[in-house]
């Protein structure tokens, strides 16, 4: 069983800066991690895409993120970061870390979330 744990999200002002991890936990000896990834989901919207990162380190952002947050993912350890800086109101919402993972003796790649965290960016 594989699991995806989160922390780091809290309660900061408008300007203000938070740092998301996320590792994978559990039976990680027998997964190959594809895409490691982080969403949000504000009240009543869409979940939505923050921020992606390949095994190779290519990244893509939202547009309304791109020069205020920063991922990136140790594949050793595995586990992806979010720095979230200049923070903003509308940054408020519960975000999820995403894994695309397959594990060593099934050929299908499977997405796996994580429980969530708060950030509440306050004006």
């Known amino acids: 069983q594989v699991q995806l744990v989160e922390s780091g999200g809290g309660l900061v002002q408008t300007g203000g800066s938070l740092r998301l991890s996320c590792a994978a936990s559990?039976?990680?000896?027998?997964?190959?991690?594809?895409?490691m990834g982080w969403y949000r989901q504000a009240p009543g919207k869409q979940r939505e895409l923050v921020a992606i990162?390949?095994?190779?380190?290519?990244?893509n952002y939202e547009d309304s993120v791109k020069g205020r947050f920063t991922i990136s993912r140790d594949n050793a350890k595995n586990t992806v970061t979010l720095q979230m800086n200049s923070l903003k109101p509308e940054d408020t919402a519960v975000y999820y870390c995403?894994?695309?993972?397959?594990?060593?003796?099934?050929?299908?790649?499977?997405?796996?979330w994580g429980q969530g965290t708060q950030v509440t960016v306050s004006a």
């Open positions: 559990g039976n990680v000896f027998s997964i190959a991690i594809d895409t």
């Open positions: 995403n894994a695309v993972i397959r594990r060593s003796y099934e050929s299908r790649w499977v997405d796996y």
């Open positions: 990162i390949t095994r190779d380190g290519s990244t």
